[in-house]
């Protein structure tokens, strides 16, 4: 089992209250890690340390230096990938192909592409005209936010930390990051990797432990952090805001969703039925941008919703490091648990249980893992909670439709707009449904394409803000205008 400190100021430290909590695993429900809770001093001592090194080292360096400095976090990633694979593996359950193929080198990419985009970004200035007739000279220029506390889900843990992480640093910021209680090993492991590679103490901090009450809680009430960046549900976004009010901080939120796919007849099917599994079912549906909604062209209906069930039903369960399997865990058994009271609700409200609907059988020790089904299914009414509420689960409801107008409509009856992924072969139509559907995300015969330059992030409940690209330094920075009088 392994010892899980907070890392602050270049240190492994537990908490001084001696405080620790259990993470187990997915795949067979065993306690794997003890992890330390840090409690308000060492949410004190990681704000101290941040503010120092801003004030510090960190804060004198040129943005050249800090470049160079990240990529060297890049590259110590990429050295060290077989660990972060295992730590990942072990926390999350999911198939090593999908950690080591997106997640993992996602997080190196973090920290190399923020440091290309600061490298390259360029500043506004104006001549004006002065009474004198000599002239003032103006210039913008982007200064670093100041402390970032960073908040992160289960769900891609390392890659969406590092999402925030990457672009924080590059912009000169030091962070505070409180991984998500499932999922505390990633971030702990980053910590060797910046002293590793020489970043100044104090740069980079992790704090464990949970929201409310907690460390979370801790880090968005405490006075010395200037902004917070946070990944998760809405309602627990709606409790960051508030916390935030207090002292002006600013926020960017990446919530959830209830993503819309949409197929209509004319596309290629064979493609769109292996985006629409891999957008319902991929890391077992723990995706916001997963379409647990998929509206399909009623000539095609049916033949879809066989092709889909005929992929769901072929998935094989199994560990991370099993060659013969494709398929993991929920993240927990309370997470399972939510999953299946929303599949037993769908029963009640009236669906058509095409696949799937409960646990599959798992031998020996794996019986105790956070094992379910992919589930499609079909029939339900647009207002039936299981359409409309995010379940996280992998499953899907799929409702034909007749009109682009009528898929337009029912793809915009929900209260989220992160993603949509729309599959046509009717070039036109792509672009009129991209312009219509109201979300942040859109995909035209894909999906989870990812150009880390692009903007991200979501309408309506689905998030505040965009980041990607320069999109992140408009979050990361404050922009600072010097006028000089010639
Ligand atoms: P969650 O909101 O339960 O927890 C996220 C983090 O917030 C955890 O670290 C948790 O400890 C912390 N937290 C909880 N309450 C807090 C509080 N009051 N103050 C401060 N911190 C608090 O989310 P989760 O279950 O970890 O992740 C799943 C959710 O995340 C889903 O809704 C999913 O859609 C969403 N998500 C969104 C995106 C996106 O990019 N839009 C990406 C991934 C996940
Ligand atoms: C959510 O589960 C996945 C989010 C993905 C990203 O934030 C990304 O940058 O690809």
Redesign the pocket.
Known sequence: MRKIENFIAGEYVAAASGKRFDKRSPLDNRVIASISEAGRPEVDAAVKAARGALNGEWGGLSTDQRVELLYGVANEITRRFDDFVEAEMADTGQPAHVQKHVFIPRGAANFKVFADVIKNVASESFQMATPDGRGALNYSMRVPKGVVGV??????PFM?MTWKVGPALACGNTVIV????ESPQTAALLGEVMNAVGIPKGVYNVVHG???DSA??FI?QHPGVNAIT?????R?GA??MKAASEGMRDVSF????KNAGIVFADADFDAAVDGIFRSAFLNSGQV?LGTERVYVERPIFERFVQALKVKAEAVKFGRPDDHNANYGPLISQEHRDKVLSYYRKAVEEGATVVTGGGVPEMPGELAEGSWVQPTIWTGLSDDAAVVRE?I?GPCCHIRPFDSENEVVALANDNVYG?STTIWTNDLARAHRMAARVEVGITWINSWFLRDLRTPFG?SKQ??IGREGGVHSLEFYTETRNVCVKL
Not at 178 to 181: C, N, Q, R
């Open positions: 908040i992160c889900p289960w769900n891609a969406l409180k991984p998500s209680e949970f929201g409310p979370g809680e968005t946070f990944t998760g549900e809405t627990t409790a960051i990446e919530l959830g969703g916001c995010e996280f992160l979501g689905s998030g």
